[in-house]
């Protein structure tokens, strides 16, 4: 008797194939692209000491306040799950004494993040970003080529219609001016807010802008822009940041209410946002595929050396729905399917299938055996581009009949002979066009 289902936990996926090839896709074009800008993979464990995240994301962030797994672990230490990669990276960077050695770091990395998120399109539990961190400068280069490598990352894996949103934060000399003049404009509303935006208002107020609110929404549309507040350094900075993106053309809007999320972020900010030209984006409310900026003052203040930083991190589940809407990444398939009969020539057969694939090439057969239209069946169901029964015929001609599995309905059959000896040149051939 079979026990009752348990289904997977609400809001984390499986990855399961075909879909997961988009995943490799995605993933194989992240680590050639990102090597060639200089920037090295780096892993850090799933879990971090829960004071990590409260330092740097924030203490007053809906990600820290409201979403985070976190559990006391059996030496009563608190634990969390990692919303976000930017603080571990950090923590290493600092734990590992790096900056001793080098002056300069740029390290990217993929994983799971985990936050307790109210569910969506595209809005999940269990997660997966692709993000990189450049430690070390702070010159607007450093800004934008790490725009410059989402920029090309979007390109390459074939993603269209992403506009990049951009904005200054300021730093520390632009902050009290700016806060002075937010809570200002939002004190009138204190008696209508919630708990939640009452304790924003008090400890963060730049935390409101980014609230659901209903109350909220008109004084969130007129509020003062920090863009406005900018000190002079800060100024100079972005407008260093928007020439050099001009001069490698990459476009950007001015969005003068990106703010972002998470508390750590001086100066650049920037989102890439899936906007398409034409109708609604299958994303919805979700289109944000990549969020960052810089954080010049994070490592010091997680304990480390005074080093600017700024780096991004991408939504990978995002981006695979978006790829997998427009059908753009192939899939991979066999080149060529064997199929065999219940006769002594059948090891024969299937040695051969194990060689060619030793070799490098994609050749499958269906281990089961059974009435060769089946096997067949199952070779058009793998979408195998060529088809060859391996007989007692055919291996005393050692000569294969091999038939096309891609026709149009209705076209003639095409077969053709190829002998065991020039099976390995025209497999070559075959699987440039097949795959
Ligand atoms: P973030 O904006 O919180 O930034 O997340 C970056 C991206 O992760 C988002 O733009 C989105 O594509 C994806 N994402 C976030 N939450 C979810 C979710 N629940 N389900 C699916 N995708 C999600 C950061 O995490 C910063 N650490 C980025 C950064 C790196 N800034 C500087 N360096």
Known sequence: MSGPKIA??????????????????IEGIARSLFGRYGFAEIRTPIVEHTELFVRSVGEVTDIVGKE??????????????????????????????????????????????????????????????????????????????????????????????????????????????????????????????????????????????????????????TAPAIIDFLDEGSKKHFDDVQRLLTKLG???????????????????TFEFIYQPKSGESSLGRAGTVCGGGRYDRLVHELGGPEKPAVGFAMGLDRLVMLLDSL???????????????????????????????????????????????KQKERASKVNAAWFAAYGDAEHKARTLKIDNMRLAKDAPREQLDVSFDALRAWLNGASKGSS
């Open 8 to 25: 997977g936990v609400k809001g984390m996926n499986d990855l399961l194939p075909p879909q997961i090839e988009t995943w490799q896709f």
């Open 250 to 268: 990459i476009g950007f809007e001015l969005d003068r209410r990106l703010v972002r999320g998470l508390d750590y972020y001086t100066r650049t």
């Open 327 to 373: 059908k753009s990444v192939p899939r991979s398939a066999p080149t060529l399917f064997v199929g065999t009969f219940d006769g002594p020539e059948r090891d024969d057969a299937i040695a051969l299938v194990m060689a060619l694939r030793n070799e490098g090439f994609h050749v499958d057969f269906d281990p089961r055996g059974g009435k060769l239209n």
């Open 68 to 221: 985070m797994y976190t559990f006391n672990d059996k030496g009563d230490r608190s634990i969390t799950m990692r919303p976000e990669g930017t603080a571990p990276a950090a923590r290493a960077y600092i734990e590992h004494g790096v900056a001793n050695t080098e002056p300069l770091t740029r390290w990217f990395y993929t994983g799971p993040m985990f936050r307790y998120e109210r569910m969506q399109t595209g809005r999940y539990r269990q997660f997966y970003q692709l993000g990189a961190e450049a430690y070390g400068s702070l010159d607007a280069a450093q800004d934008v080529e790490v725009i410059s490598l989402c920029a090309e990352f979007f390109k390459q894996v074939g993603v269209p219609d992403v506009v990049l949103h951009l904005n200054s934060l300021g730093d520390a000399s632009t902050r009290p001016a700016y806060l002075e003049a937010l809570k200002a404009h939002f004190a009138p509303l204190v008696e209508v807010m919630s708990a939640d935006a009452k304790l924003a208002f008090e400890r963060n107020t730049m935390r409101l802008l980014d609230s659901k609110e209903e109350a909220l929404q008109a004084a969130i549309k």
